[in-house]
C-alpha cells in the first residue's frame, strides 16, 4: 500500500502544480487545495483498487 501512497501523492502534487502554472490557482491557497485534490484523489484510486481486489477475489 506504501507505493499507491506516494503515488497519490505525486498525482496530487502535479495536478495542484498544474492548477497553479495555469493561473486556475494562487499559491497562497495552495494548502487548502491540496487537502481537498489529495483526499479526492486517495478516495478514487483506493475505492478503485478495493474494487479490482474484490473482482479478484470473486473470480477464484
Known amino acids: 500500500m506504501k507505493s499507491i ?3 497519490i501523492l505525486r498525482s496530487a502534487k502535479e ?3 498544474k492548477f497553479i502554472e495555469m ?3 494562487s499559491p497562497s491557497n495552495m ?4 487537502r ?3 483526499a479526492t484523489v486517495d478516495e478514487t484510486v483506493k475505492k478503485h483498487v478495493q474494487k479490482d ?3 479478484h ?3 477464484k
Open 57 to 59: 477475489d470473486t473470480k
Open 5 to 7: 501512497d506516494e503515488q
Open 31 to 34: 494548502h487548502e487545495a491540496f
Open 23 to 25: 493561473g486556475r490557482l
Open 15 to 17: 495536478i495542484i502544480v
Open 53 to 55: 481486489l474484490a473482482g
Open 36 to 38: 481537498d485534490v489529495y
